[in-house]
């Protein structure tokens, strides 16, 4: 578990450069931009890893989310799978018909080494263009919680 919130940490503090680079020039890209937990290990503040994505980035017209799930290898063969919530589902869900609001998975592979670190662009799971690109697997489900009363 520790290894997983390091490799997830990682991926994300690449994924902040990277956004940084890509779309700074164009758009505000701050520390506001990174609304989940890891984040407040670098700024401080508060975070929340309840709202379906890592980082928001405004652009005036256009509301972009962007959550990362990150890998320590730089072995991507021909498939390769992430797992997202059921937070993550419904923003991606929120945002399926790509008009003002867009979700992107980050892909980040090497994260514990970021100068080998690549990142990938996926699309969002839910629009049309994503629903052709994954497959789900089928015997995956969705864990459920429940209280039990005495």
């Not at 969002?124 to 994503?130: A, F, L, T, V, Y």
């Amino acid at each position: 578990n520790e290894e997983r919130e390091l490799i997830g940490f990682f991926g994300e503090t690449i994924a902040f450069k990277w956004l940084k680079e890509k779309y700074g020039e164009r758009r505000v890209i701050d520390e506001t931009c990174w609304k989940s937990l890891y984040r407040t290990h670098v700024y401080g503040g508060v975070g929340s890893d309840a709202l379906g994505y890592d980082f928001e980035i405004g652009t005036g017209k256009h509301q972009w989310f962007f959550e990362v799930k990150a890998t320590a290898s730089d072995d991507v063969g021909d498939r390769q799978m992430v797992e997202v919530g059921s937070s993550e589902i419904a923003k991606a869900e929120s945002c399926r018909a790509e008009g003002r609001t867009h979700y992107r998975i980050l892909f980040v592979t090497n994260a514990l080494q970021p100068e080998r670190a690549r990142i990938f662009v996926l699309h969002n799971p839910r629009s049309r263009q994503g629903l052709a690109f994954y497959t789900e697997q089928e015997t995956a489900g969705v864990r459920l919680h429940f209280p039990v009363s005495g």
